[in-house]
């Protein structure tokens, strides 16, 4: 047994050897970050109508009636092809509740119909609107603008804020009397597509007689990128 032992006593320095043995790398960790603008080109519109009556008929009836009435008209301002789908529906009962206590008391019902409209023609956005609502909408629930091909926003951010670490960290080692070697690892965070959306939408929708003005304003996209490089002293 003790050549057995004597021998793994020698792997075991062996490796302990080489681990000493082996230089620590120096590194350095810088991130770069991006900030890009684009000109929307899509916009999502979601219009819908409210209705409420006594009873739970009555108050879908009257919702179904009036939606459709929207409809038509969304569909005349778009023409075909247009991209109308629903995106939500509900009728529930409405509660009056006692101060005393005891069970809620029924007092109608409420119901509910929303749909979105998806187009690329950004200049249609108000007629949209003041059409929608001349017909028997009333509930504007919101409008969002963003971009058809957010990849290649979602590419050019990446590309910049690679861009900008890589120039960090050359910058950065310079400062130190020291030269980048290799990039060790790379780390990005998924550039985030801010949609421009409007939540006053609504009231000025109902109380304008004037077309609705629509201003698209930008899609701001970021995006950050942290890489780890190793530096050696530079060459004098």
Not at 72 to 101: F, M, R
Not at 173 to 185: D, H, N, P, Q, Y
Request: aromatic share 4%.
């Amino acid at each position: 047994m003790k050549p057995f032992f004597t021998a793994v006593l020698a792997c075991l320095s062996g490796q302990l050897f080489a681990q000493q043995s082996t230089p620590a790398v120096s590194s350095i960790r810088v991130t770069g970050e991006s900030l890009v603008s684009a000109a929307p080109d899509r916009v999502q519109i979601d219009v819908g109508v409210v209705t409420q009556a006594a009873r739970s008929q009555e108050a879908a009836s009257q919702n179904a009636s009036r939606l459709d009435a929207v409809l038509a008209a969304l569909h005349k301002v778009l023409g075909a092809g247009s991209d109308i789908k629903t995106i939500s529906y509900s009728l529930h009962p409405n509660y009056q509740y006692h101060p005393n206590g005891g069970e809620p008391t029924i007092t109608g019902y409420t119901a509910s119909n929303v749909v979105r409209i998806t187009l690329d023609d950004l200049a249609k956005v108000g007629s949209i609107i003041d059409g929608a609502t001349a017909a028997g909408a009333n509930h504007v629930q919101g409008i969002q603008f963003t971009v058809r091909d957010q990849e290649r926003v979602r590419s050019q951010a990446l590309r910049e804020a690679a861009t900008k670490a890589r120039a960090e960290a050359d910058a950065l080692a310079s400062a130190l009397g020291l030269k980048v070697v290799r990039i060790l690892t790379v780390e990005e965070t998924s550039p985030v597509v801010v949609p421009v959306r409007d939540g006053m939408f609504a009231a000025r929708a109902e109380a304008a007689r004037a077309p609705t003005p629509i201003e698209a304003g930008t899609i701001d996209v970021t995006a950050n990128v942290t890489l780890a490089v190793e530096v050696s002293a530079a060459a004098r």
